[in-house]
């Protein structure tokens, strides 16, 4: 059984960073795609950034975080990372971490964490 792990969050005011961890279970290798969502209150689920195994050099981001948050990965740890700098309170929601599975191509979730932009 797959399982994605967050954490990270918290609450930080504007202008501030957060790191997100995602640890896997298994081998990220396992995966041939991860990514990073999130949710606000009374909003649907949101990509904010995700890359392929196959190109994970190339990562894909929402506009409204590129040049503000990386995502990263360390095989090594099996863990992806989501670097927030520059954080707006319309960051403000629960962030998932998000892995298709190569073999099967099913979609796993983790139980998300909650990010908090504030004075």
């Known amino acids: 059984q797959v399982q994605l792990v967050e954490s990270g969050g918290g609450l930080v005011q504007p202008g501030g960073s957060l790191r997100l961890s995602c640890a896997a279970s298994?081998?990220?290798?396992?995966?041939?795609?991860m990514g990073w969502y999130r949710q606000a209150p009374g909003k649907e689920r949101e990509l904010v950034a995700s890359?392929?195994?196959?190109?994970?050099?190339?990562?894909e981001y929402a506009n409204s975080v590129k040049g503000r948050f990386t995502i990263s990965r360390d095989n090594a740890k099996n863990t992806v990372y989501l670097q927030m700098n520059s954080l707006k309170p319309e960051d403000t929601a629960v962030y998932y971490c998000?892995?298709?599975?190569?073999?099967?191509?099913?979609?796993?979730w983790g139980q998300g964490t909650q990010v908090t932009v504030s004075s």
């Open positions: 998000n892995a298709r599975q190569a073999v099967t191509s099913n979609y796993y």
């Open positions: 298994g081998s990220i290798f396992s995966f041939s795609a």
């Open positions: 890359f392929s195994n196959s190109r994970a050099e190339y990562a």
